[in-house]
């Protein structure tokens, strides 16, 4: 059915490829970075113009912010843990090479989220013990485990791909330093979704076992990325959703879930086909009218059950991430004292 | 302590080491042309080191760290992808980086002790590194000269690599040699717990005493000076005492006699690759 057998590099395949990014990215340009506006808040959203660190803002817009960027920010650092899993046993030294320089961007993604958070007045050392405490949230998605190699792949392919999709409008977050966080961020996405792609296109094409594998880990991983997008906007499944209007208006938030959700089911679809793996859904069909996919019912069961803590990961996720800071807390003390060493010793040699 | 004594146990001579391994000279990983067991053990020792140094991620002791320790092991990953297939085509067998890699057994493996011993804590991690590194910008500073081009370019590369990763152990040295007391006291142990691994960094052995004199490598013992005098130097720094000597030192691993941490090393690494034989990844 499909001619060539090789992935060709124009065809985008994930939405940091499209126009749709080039234009959020090309939109972040605003004002001069630095200082206050003379503008007030509600003006700047008005002309849709960035509010940048020094300007005033509501404070439930700061909170909302600092709130999202955090969640954002654990999100990349937890979700370093699923694949950090498989670098020691990555089946070849090029897919190692990879796999480390993936998981290496997902930290610094860490990285300048927490940094764009403490844009808005909070540390990072507080924001993780946030995380650490539970009182912050990750993407519910690193709950499930990754129990082969091919789910490398299926990650790379659909969570990168789902994060990249919720992200791309991002890039046009009123917040300025947000705003750019994800323009960098997801150029760095895209590349960890081809690379996710491409596990799978080749375990597609290879043994038995092989081919078996990535179906199995497109089976478990596809309805859990369906989820990141969050509960629908509408109906009974809504409830307990939550900051969806106010986030809008405050160009936080540019798209309804359940748009996002279409955009990347009807992405997605195709390559699948592609692959040749059968996606899990027997209410999988295009809808010639609609001119999108119709796609079956999401568990939003277990979506919230993960979420609040009870799904295969969350436990170990959490300790994980615990007892590594805990083991380090003797090292960050020491890098502070000698900070401190040095300064007191330059203060002396000076005076 | 006086310049000229070593800190490592410097029992240099390879006739004494391979003796004490019965047959190691006969059945090891030699009756390969000496100069491609010399430069498998350079690849063999950053291959291994990668895989331990990757064991960080998630696991370091700040986000930062996570992301600097794989830097440095995809940079050593990628010295010994760069050498492995080169080893192939002068040792005649052809092979690529993944059978060098994912399809060898323990007793065909090149790398020192040093490498392979199971990851301890940061300050373990440090005093290896400071270690390696400090050897392996001797190492590579020598290999730039090599009438070999492959292995001086190779050489040209990752030296600019390995000065970074020497900079960053040393940093860290210092900061934890001179930082609180607790860290001290963690340094100043883990300074002591690698001393045993280091003497092996510096034997001549029968292929590297061959490669150096075809003008290919360097002879080990001859890097030792230099390597004690850089690691000598970040240890004062950082108020530490460079240990003397310790009562015994690894040997064999350049004969494929490796120490127990081994062969659980090559089972998580080679695992997945072995179950499916010939697959493509
Ligand atoms: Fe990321
Ligand atoms: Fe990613």
Redesign the interface.
Known sequence: MYGNDVIDPNVPLNAAETAAYDEAAAHVEGRAVGEASAEGFDALIAADQRIEPRDAMPDKYRETLIRQIAQHAHSEIIGMQPEGNWITRAPSLRRKAILIAKVQDEAGHGLYLYSAAETLGVDRAELLDRLHDGKQKYSSIFNYPTLTWADNGAIGWLVDGAAIMNQVPLCRCSYGPYARAMIRVCKEESFHQRQGFEILWTLMRGTEAQRAMAQDAANRWWWPALAMFGPPDTGEAAKGGGHTEQSMAWGIKRFANDDLRQKFVDMMVPQADKLGIVLPDPDLRWNEERGHYDFGDIDWGEFWRVLRGDGPCNAERIEHRRSAHAEGAWVREAATAYAAKQASRRQESAA | MSSDVSPVNSTNAPAESEESLPGAAENGPSGELPEAAYLLGLADDAMVYA?RL??W???????????AL??I??DL??Q??ALYPYIGSIDGTGRG??DY??LRDERDWRNVHLVEQERG??ADEMARLLWFSAYQVELHTALTGSSDDVVAGVAGKALKEVRYHLDHASLWV???G???E??HR?MQAALERVLPHLAELFDDDEASVTAAGLGVGVLPSSLHDAVVGRVRRVTDEATLTLPEASSWRSRGGRAGIHSRPMGYLLA??Q???RS?P????
């Not at chain 2, 991620?57 to 992301?67: F, L, R, S, V």
């Open positions: 895989q990757s064991e991620m998630t696991n370091a002791p700040q986000i930062e760290e996570d992301m794989g830097n092991a995809l990953l990628g010994a992808r980086e993944d890699a994912m804590d940061f210092v900061r934890l001179d930082g609180t607790e860290s963690r998580e690494m695992h997945i690759a499916h010939g697959a493509t990844w």
